[in-house]
């Protein structure tokens, strides 16, 4: 059975003692729920986990969290607390056969009046058909299902298998939680840690809300022979930061780019350099942000600022033409251009409506007075007849309606009244007062 790895308190009574000495982490495993660090929204007083227990009515969980904030040890507790026999298997190890033993086992143990819950470390790895496997057994009553999963349940798990779980996010570990654990460490070790103030901030910070790689690192530091206490820049030539958590092909991709981009949209040049700067350093394509960039240009800002997409453009060739890292710097400067720039959705808002009538009308054909008659037949047909050239009149605008007959005349673009879309409101209005005054005149 795969080991559990979400270690985030005092020794536990639930293990058995293994040979030989065990890692620092293991050591640190919690006895008890309330001894689960950082998740008091699920397991403190009014939690909802904690509510289930009370009412005695544990219900099939998905747990949704990134690694190390104690899913493992929680879907543990909760078996033990509740009363039911626990079974683990990983959807990295295991196949439908695997399956099949752990619920002809659980269906044995059913019928003798003892319920089972089965935990599923990674449940998204599990495809389709093995997903819809758990369905009739959790129907039944046979297992109670704990699944965990560092992915979103709504992309990564089947939409029958939701609805018969619930879904309870864990959140990333805080400082104060981290602190916690380092804490514990110290007491179980009798060591302090050999850091300045300043260096132990750094070590939270360099586990990145991990609590399993918290532990880790302090169990190398507290391996160090005797010495002066190690400083920041001490304590970064001894250990490597965790890398922080970024798929370009997942949901965290989703998050960054979305946080970028309503950061831009919101005027707030330093959260976007920020959150630009978590994508680099998750080793996101800067293509692909040069191109939500360029959309960007023209979405939230448009005519309001007419130089925001050349700049995004002239970004993006910067960068193709310079690569990373400095080609990186053009995006940068791009970000901070278009963020700084006065905001209109008016063009995206437009183009929209445009669309909707467009679908609406069908096909409607345009006025005949501004089609061209290259053909005597079209001449006589009446293309082209009555057309006015807007150049030929005293305002350079003729008034002409270019919408179908029988149309009527929408009104797609409303520029905002902030940047450049000022100017062009002004231009409108004079032209629709002329256009009145033509029609009427």
């Not at 009370?54 to 104690?70: D, E, H, K, M, Q």
């Not at 996010?169 to 300043?198: I, K, N």
């Not at 132990?200 to 532990?215: H, I, V």
């Not at 949209?265 to 360029?294: C, K, N």
Request: proline content about 7%.
């Amino acid at each position: 059975m795969p080991q559990d790895n979400d270690l985030f308190g005092p020794p536990a009574a639930v293990q058995p003692p293994s040979a030989g000495p065990r890692p620092l982490a293991e050591r640190l495993r919690p006895r008890a729920l309330s001894e689960v660090v950082g998740q008091d929204h699920l397991l403190g007083p009014q939690g909802s986990l904690t509510g289930m227990l009370t009412r005695g009515s544990l219900a099939s969980l998905i747990l949704w969290g990134p690694p190390g904030v104690g899913k493992t040890t929680i879907a543990r507790l909760l078996a033990e607390a509740a009363g039911l026999q626990f079974r683990q298997i990983s959807a990295v190890f295991s196949g439908v056969a695997d399956l099949k033993k752990v619920f002809d086992e659980a269906a044995r143990l059913h019928r003798a009046g003892q319920s089972t819950l089965l935990f599923v470390d990674e449940i998204h790895r599990f495809n389709r058909a093995q997903q819809d496997a758990f369905l009739p057994v959790v129907e039944a009553g046979i297992v109670t299902l704990i699944g965990a999963t560092t992915e979103n349940p709504s992309f990564a798990l089947n939409g029958a298998l939701l609805s018969r779980a619930q879904v309870f996010v864990l959140r990333r570990l805080d400082d104060a939680a981290m602190e916690q654990l380092l804490a514990r460490a110290e007491a179980e070790t009798g060591q302090s840690l050999p850091l300045t103030p300043a260096a132990r901030a750094a070590l939270r910070a360099m586990a990145d809300g991990d609590g399993r790689a918290l532990l880790n690192m302090a169990e190398q530091l507290f391996a160090l022979p005797p010495a002066a206490d190690l400083d920041e820049a001490a304590l970064g030539q001894l250990l490597s930061r965790r890398a922080a958590l970024y798929d370009r092909d997942r949901e965290e991709h989703y998050n960054l780019i979305s946080a970028l981009h309503k950061s831009m949209r919101g005027s707030d040049p330093d959260a976007a350099l920020y959150w630009l700067a978590r994508m680099f350093a998750g080793g996101e394509d800067p293509r692909y942000i040069a191109r939500r960039v360029t959309r960007f240009a023209s979405e939230d800002i448009g005519l309001a600022d007419p130089q925001a997409l050349p700049q995004a453009l002239a970004a993006w060739e910067a960068y193709e033409r310079l690569g990373s890292p400095e080609g990186e710097i053009c995006i940068a400067q791009a970000v901070l251009y278009l963020a700084t720039a006065p905001k209109s959705n008016a063009v995206y808002k437009a183009i929209g409506a445009a669309g909707r009538a467009a679908r609406e009308t069908g096909s409607l054909m345009p006025p005949m007075n501004i089609l061209n008659a290259p053909t005597k037949l079209m001449k006589n047909l009446g293309y082209g007849q009555g057309y006015q050239y807007d150049h030929d009149t005293d305002e350079g605008f003729s008034g002409d309606n270019y919408f179908p007959e029988g149309m009527g005349r929408p009104d797609f673009y409303r520029p905002a009244k902030r940047g450049f879309e000022r100017e062009i409101s002004r231009r409108l209005a004079y032209w629709a007062k002329l256009r009145e005054e033509k029609q009427h005149g």
